[in-house]
Every structure is written in structure tokens, then in C-alpha cells.
């Protein structure tokens, strides 16, 4: 397995973990390229002059066996998009990201090239360095995973993270759609996974059926929390997550609306303005 702390290279991928202001528990996020030949550099994540000088560096000591064709993003967070005007303007390259994170990106950063689901990103003359474009929102609604069908290794963002869980975040995050996604991407059977944040996967598919287990049975807490009469949002995030210390409360909230949506969706639960009861 690729450890978090150090630059691993194989076979035409290469992770690289870079400090980034990301929420606890990471505190990096993986800058990765893929292709043997025309290498795309994704989330490149830094922010720091520090992290930003040593990405620089790996990147023009490579430039020597390999052609930088361009910037890609996962999705809009700023711990996935730091380095990308930078690394563009020093390689004169593209940056690309699906319309929606274009859109969600207007007034910071440019995209150049829009990517949809069914796109190629092409590393070389092989049949297994072909990098497809999974259209993946839930997380993020202009989210993509890319795909090598050969090999079956994924570049996943913030679908999955080695450690810790994914913020579903409302409005433009959304809970059926999570998983609904992570349930596609574990039938595609899977054998690596590159996450945004973490050591490298080796189990995927045992790890997708996980974070669907893990978010269904927060559900059943959040439905088995709400009441008869309507209350507030914090009010019910306290009863679903007993265990959390209380400064990270409002983290939990944002995943709590999420499910709180999702069960109003299914016609299990009702809201009043911010307030929400049991159906």
C-alpha cells in the first residue's frame, strides 16, 4: 500500500501528498498525475509557497521523461484547487474540470477545458492508459472520477477517503445522490483507488460497501432522532451524534441536514423553515 507521507510512482501514476487547509481528520490532500507519456496533473491541492515550491520542483524534474498536457480537477473545493492557476501558467497548460465545477468556479479560477461524462484523457499509445470521465456529484455536483478499465484503478477525489468520512454538504452536496454513485462505482469492481485524501485503497469494493454501510446506518440514528413536534437542526445532529466532542457539532450538522433532506425526500420526516420533525 502507498503510504500518505511520501511521493510513490507506478506504472504511469504517481501521488503525491501535499498539506492543504482540508477538514480533520486529513490534513493533505493527494496531488496525482496519471498517463505514461502525456501526464495530467490532478487537484494539485497547495496553498502554501512551502508545499507549492516543493510540487514545482517534483514536477519540472520529471518534465524531462514526460509531457505535462494539462491541469485537471475533481471538483471546486479549495483543498483540491490551490496549486491550479499556478502549475497552469508555469506549464502552459490547460486547466479542465466538468461545466458545473467551471460554473462553481466563475471569479477565481479559469477552466479551459470542460469535461463530461464518456471524455477520454489519453496518457499514451496502451489500451490501459486511457482515463475515463466519470460524472460522479453527490459530494459535489460538478464531481468526476476517472476510470482505467484495464487495470481498474480510479482516481477518486472525494468520493472515498483512506480515513475519516466524506462531507455531504447541502445544498449543492446531496445524499441519494452520494449513494447512488458510490453504489455505481463499486460495480465496477474496482482493485485501486486513488483517494483525494489517504494512502492508496487496495480494496475498494469492501471499502465502497463500507461508506454505504456506514452512511445508512447514520441514517436510521438521524431518523430515530427526530420527533413528533418540529425542533432545530442541532437539536437532532446532538441526539444523532452522541459520541462527537461538541466542537465538531457543526461539521455534523452539515452531514445531518444532508440525511434530514434525504429522509424528507422518502417522506419520512417534514421541516418548518430550519426546523424539522418525524412525518
Keep these: 500500500m502507498l503510504s500518505r507521507a511520501n511521493v510513490h510512482e507506478d506504472d504511469g501514476l504517481r501521488v503525491i501528498p501535499l498539506r492543504s487547509p482540508t477538514l480533520p481528520p486529513a490534513q493533505h490532500t493527494n496531488m496525482c498525475w496519471v498517463g505514461r507519456d502525456k501526464c495530467w496533473i490532478v487537484d494539485p491541492a497547495a496553498h502554501t509557497s512551502e508545499e507549492r515550491a516543493r510540487a514545482l520542483a517534483l514536477i519540472d524534474a520529471a518534465a524531462d521523461e514526460r509531457t505535462f498536457e494539462g491541469v485537471l480537477l475533481t471538483h471546486h473545493h479549495r483543498d483540491h484547487v490551490g496549486s491550479a492557476a499556478l502549475l497552469s501558467e508555469h506549464l502552459q497548460v ?137 425542533e432545530p437542526l442541532r437539536a437532532i445532529t446532538e441526539r444523532s451524534y452522541p459520541e462527537l466532542d461538541r466542537a465538531l457539532l457543526p461539521l455534523a450538522d452539515r452531514s445531518c441536514l444532508a440525511h434530514l433532506i434525504r429522509l424528507e425526500e422518502l417522506g419520512e420526516a417534514t421541516r418548518d423553515g430550519e426546523r424539522w420533525s418525524a412525518r
Excluded at 139 to 144: E, F, K, V, Y
Excluded at 216 to 227: I, P
Design 94 to 230: 490547460p486547466v479542465a474540470a466538468h461545466r458545473i465545477t467551471a460554473d462553481l468556479l466563475k471569479g477565481q479560477l479559469a477552466v479551459d477545458r470542460l469535461l463530461e461524462e464518456g471524455d477520454v484523457i489519453v496518457g499514451g499509445p496502451e489500451e490501459d492508459d486511457r482515463w475515463h470521465v466519470l460524472h460522479t456529484p453527490g459530494h459535489a455536483s460538478g464531481h468526476i472520477v476517472l476510470w482505467e478499465p484495464v487495470r481498474r484503478w480510479m482516481i477518486g477525489g472525494d468520493m472515498m477517503a483512506a480515513t475519516g468520512t466524506i462531507v455531504i454538504e447541502p445544498p449543492d452536496g446531496h445524499m441519494s445522490t452520494y449513494l447512488a454513485q458510490l453504489d455505481r462505482l463499486a460495480g465496477l469492481r474496482p482493485d485501486r483507488f486513488v483517494p483525494a485524501h489517504g494512502a492508496v485503497i487496495e480494496d475498494p469494493v469492501e471499502r465502497l460497501a463500507f461508506y454505504q454501510s456506514h452512511r445508512l446506518k447514520r441514517e436510521a440514528r438521524v431518523r430515530g432522532s427526530l420527533r413528533s413536534e418540529l
